[in-house]
């Protein structure tokens, strides 16, 4: 199924993701001293926004594959359901089977120092948003992703989508004409709050209205487009950015949810690209909450390495502010 043309991306985008975790980093240390110590730092995820049971998981599942443990790493996916698509290639895995041939076969063949860690992990033992970096010796690029991920009631995996830049990565994609049509979008166990803000957002962003998308959010929010490279702090500085820039934007007009995860800390949640990002599908945006129910955090993420230059470009001066008078 991996066509060997795009064995080495399908690899980067396959072990990459990234966004949102909760727990400590006593309690990371903790285990890591019971198993022989992390392979990768033990402070360095945020676990602030995810439950305790959900960091253990991740924490479990990334020092597998950081070992290089296939077998390790397979026992987190549900033998009888389970997908794993990489969404800036277009390449899916539709059975745990086929993961196991892939992943098998490949993280034998890793370098001894290639590593793979989650930076922030958001939602629960039912569905999170993970943010998590592939070293550069994984796949040859530094990969930061960020992954939707479903859990079944056995807190096995059933759903893995990634979503990643490749322009930032130095890799670039195309849509092939095999790109997926079914991401088991209806597959879902969100939060019914995330689903609410998941939607009141993007319907803001599809209306073009700035005002309304920064409503949602605290007055102290950080906003980050990882595929831009904008960074923006204050819901201030965010209806100012959205007001000159959701028309262009792929997650502006025309763009819709199509699947939501996460728990009552935040989550995220998957999109249709409006028609001006063609030939663009889909992105990705995790966000965390506060106490209010207001996003503190945005985290947005799509491939862009698939659109021109002139287009890319254009979406990067949008975080330019309007000339002073």
């Not at 290639?89 to 089977?97: E, F, H, N, P």
């Not at 120092?113 to 592939?134: K, N, T, Y």
């Not at 945006?285 to 698939?306: C, H, N, P, Q, W």
């Amino acid at each position: 199924m991996l066509r060997i043309g795009a064995a080495a991306g399908t690899a980067a985008a396959l072990g990459v993701t990234g966004s949102i975790a909760s727990g400590t980093a006593g309690a990371t240390t903790s285990e890591g001293s019971r198993t022989g110590g992390l392979p990768y730092p033990a402070d360095v995820t945020d676990t602030s926004h995810c439950t305790p049971e959900v960091a253990a998981i991740f924490r479990r599942l990334f020092t597998a594959k950081s070992k290089h443990d296939a077998a390790r790493f397979l026992s987190f996916f549900s033998k009888a359901n389970t997908s794993y698509i990489d969404a800036s290639l277009g390449v899916a895995m539709r059975s745990w089977k086929e993961m196991n041939d892939f992943f098998t076969p490949f993280l034998s063949s890793v370098p001894a120092d290639a590593l793979s860690f989650p930076l922030r992990i958001v939602g629960d033992e039912r569905s999170a948003v993970v943010e998590f970096v592939d070293t550069p010796t994984f796949f040859g690029k530094e990969i930061i992703a960020l992954g939707s991920v479903t859990f079944d009631s056995k807190q096995k995996i059933t759903r893995w989508i990634d979503y990643w830049d490749g322009r930032s990565s130095l890799w670039p994609n195309t849509i092939p004409s095999t790109y997926p049509t079914d991401f088991s979008d209806s597959e879902q166990h969100a939060n019914h709050g995330v689903v609410r803000v998941a939607r009141e957002l993007q319907a803001a962003f599809a209306a073009g209205d700035g005002a309304a998308a920064a409503a949602l959010m605290s007055p102290d929010v950080v906003v980050e487009d990882l595929a831009t490279h904008t960074r923006l702090r204050s819901a201030i500085q965010a209806q100012r950015y959205y007001t000159r820039a959701l028309g262009r934007l792929p997650y502006g007009p025309g763009a819709a949810v199509v699947h939501a995860g996460g728990g009552r800390r935040g989550g995220g949640y998957e999109w249709s690209a409006g028609s001006q990002a063609a030939p663009l599908q889909r992105g990705h945006t995790g966000f965390e909450l506060d106490a209010a129910s207001k996003i503190s955090r945005l985290t947005t993420v799509y491939d862009s390495s698939v659109l021109s230059d002139a287009a890319y470009q254009s979406l990067v001066g949008l975080a330019a502010e309007a000339p002073l008078s």
